[in-house]
């Protein structure tokens, strides 16, 4: 098998237009003029070299004048190109340029005067000055004026003094001497080509290099002009995500109203139909924007070291109630586990196995569970499900997959949790394993590393289940918009709930003062008038009912900031637009 290499010719029209860029001329001068600092010490020690030669055959002041000058040139050279902080003018060019050529012909000037005083020694002089004239031009490669002129200048004077021996039969004349001059000047020619290709071959390179880091530029600048615009998408679908939750979330609740009213009426299926459709939506706008935020990469973890129980106790407090309507039983085991990554995106990622968990298991229940492994600590959810074939349990984790829904019926959800579980893993580099087991049911496995004990405060209380109280319920509503408030107060009448409702942190305190009866629970927006937030307003309430009233933030917006600042005030974070039932649940919880 042949194989050709593709030199390129001397002098391409390539490689003209690579030494025109100016920034491939600026590289190649700076290199020519730090190879021109190294041709200098050739120079002098070739010229030391020469002149001890001649010496030792005889005597000749001739030498050391000639070495001398050659020396006092280098010297210049070394000065004129010592490292400057700034770029070489025009005029630097052309005086260092000047200086070699100098430099260059005095040098050349050596053969004629020590040949015709040292006619035997014709051969050892011929090639100590071709030697040194090998070693000095390749270092001044990436200049080609340079390589002219130390080239020609060094080497010319050598053939000119061996050629006219040869033919006028004087010193140094010798049956040598035609030979040696046929040779210098093949010499001559091999190096000139060899420099000039190389010095092609150096600007082609830079050309080429330059060109890369264009790319790799106009490459960056696309990538972030694409980052920009799913920045900008990502706000917009948040932006607008929030704006259409609003009445959405004021829809749910007149439609739960309505549901209550029209109770052992006709006209009922055509409510449920309404609620099971804003439903849909609802799950719909939450799980798009939750995927949307992931895959533009805006969702950043803030690991911390903190105890699993907190979550399992949030967990038990979102789904016990469902787990209850639908006959299952649901179990927590914390065992006293300390774990190190982010709380927010941990609980979305268990809450999301949790909820697919008791929509497909029939019968029997659902545990979570934190064991020691060998890797760290496994959160387990264990259910008792129809389980997963072997060749689909890859497939569940893609979007809108579900194995027994081929109809797409939105009752049994959309098939985007396990989806969104599986980046949120991705994104805290938690390892995500599934086993499971054909009419038998299925364990999925998060494995999260061990956090340090001794960082965490052990005072805080291990149970899992939330507190029971008694009694009737007094819920103070905060938002600012008149419908969501109608219908809230509306939706919980029938429960026999007190719903005070106000529309400002002022007004919610004022009422908190006068209201004959404690306050059991604060519901409240997050964004409220006059740049008021809804983690404002529980502060202010509690201030007059006491830090342990419990407080839930509803909001359109999933932030992950948001998220944070919610739980480290410890609200509970419901998403609009709320479901009634999830509301409704939470209520009957609190009465217990």
């Given at each position: 098998m042949n194989s050709t290499a593709t030199v390129p010719e001397p002098d391409s029209p390539d490689a003209r237009a690579a030494r025109a860029d100016p920034r491939v001329a600026a590289v190649l001068y700076r290199t020519a003029l730090a190879g021109d600092r190294r041709a200098v010490l050739v120079t002098i020690l070739g010229s030391f070299f020469v002149a001890l030669l001649v010496e030792r055959r005889t005597f000749s002041h001739v030498a050391w004048v000639w070495c001398a000058a050659c020396v006092a040139l280098a010297a210049a050279r070394l000065f004129w190109n010592r490292p400057r902080p700034?770029?070489?003018?025009?005029?630097?060019?052309?005086?260092?340029?000047?200086?070699?050529?100098?430099?260059?012909?005095?040098?050349?000037?050596?053969?004629?005067?020590?040949?015709?005083?040292n006619p035997s020694a014709v051969m050892l002089l011929t090639g100590m000055f071709l030697a040194a004239t090998s070693l000095s031009a390749p270092l001044v490669v990436a200049w080609r004026a340079a390589v002219y002129l130390s080239l020609i200048p060094a080497l010319a004077p050598l053939l000119i003094t061996l050629t006219l021996g040869s033919l006028v039969g004087g010193p140094p004349a010798s049956t040598n001497s035609l030979l040696l001059g046929s040779l210098a000047g093949a010499f001559l020619l091999v190096l000139e080509r060899l420099t000039m290709a190389q010095n092609d071959a150096l600007a082609l390179l830079l050309a080429a290099?330059?060109?890369?880091?264009?790319?790799?530029?106009?490459?960056?600048?696309?990538?972030?002009?694409?980052?920009?615009?799913?920045?900008?998408?990502?706000?917009?679908?948040?932006?607008?995500?929030?704006?259409?939750?609003?009445?959405?979330?004021?829809?749910?609740?007149?439609?739960?109203?309505?549901?209550?009213?029209?109770?052992?009426?006709p006209e009922r299926p055509l409510v449920r139909n309404m609620m099971n459709a804003i439903e849909s939506l609802e799950e719909s706008f939450g799980a798009m924007l939750d995927i949307s935020r992931l895959d533009a990469g805006v969702v950043q973890p803030l690991p911390q070291t903190f105890p699993i129980r907190d979550i399992f106790r949030r967990l038990y407090q979102q789904f016990g109630g469902d787990a209850e309507s639908r006959n299952l039983a649901l179990r927590f085991r914390a065992t006293h586990r300390v774990v190190r990554s982010d709380p927010l995106l941990l609980e979305r990622v268990l809450a999301n196995l949790v909820q697919n968990a008791l929509r497909y298991a029939r019968t029997g229940g659902v545990l979570v569970a934190a064991r020691r492994s060998r890797s760290g600590v496994a959160l387990e959810v264990w259910d008792t499900g129809p389980g997963i074939p072997e060749e689909k349990q890859e497939m569940i984790f893609r979007e809108f997959f579900q194995i027994d829904n081929p109809g797409r019926d939105r009752s049994r959800g959309l098939g985007m949790g396990l989806a969104i579980v599986q980046r949120i893993c991705l994104l805290l580099g938690h390892r995500l394993d599934l086993r499971s087991t054909v009419g038998k049911g299925s364990v999925f496995r998060v494995i999260v590393p061990i956090g340090d004990i001794t960082s965490v405060d052990a005072t805080i209380p291990e149970a899992t289940l939330p507190a029971r109280r008694l009694g009737t319920v007094t819920v103070l509503l905060i938002d600012d918009e008149r419908a969501i408030r109608e219908a809230t107060r509306e939706l919980l009448r029938p429960m026999h709930v007190d719903v005070i409702v106000a529309g400002t942190i002022s007004e919610a305190v004022e009422l908190a003062k006068g209201s004959s009866a404690p306050i059991d629970m604060i519901l409240s927006d997050w964004r409220l008038q006059d740049e008021e937030n809804g983690v404002q307003a529980v502060r202010a309430v509690r201030a007059v009912t006491g830090e342990a009233t419990p407080a839930m933030l509803v909001t359109g917006d999933t932030s992950t900031e948001l998220l944070k600042t919610a739980h480290q005030n410890g609200l509970v974070v419901l998403h609009k637009p709320l479901q009634p039932k999830h509301l409704v649940r939470l209520i009957k919880h609190l009465r217990r």
């Open positions: 700034f770029a070489p003018s025009t005029v630097h060019r052309r005086t260092w340029l000047l200086l070699l050529f100098g430099a260059s012909l005095v040098w050349g000037v050596g053969p004629p005067l020590l040949l015709l005083e290099r330059f060109h890369n880091e264009d790319l790799v530029q106009q490459l960056r600048s696309q990538v972030e002009v694409a980052a920009r615009a799913n920045q900008e998408k990502t706000r917009f679908v948040a932006s607008a995500a929030h704006d259409l939750r609003q009445p959405l979330h004021a829809l749910g609740m007149f439609c739960a109203t309505l549901d209550q009213r029209l109770q052992d009426t």
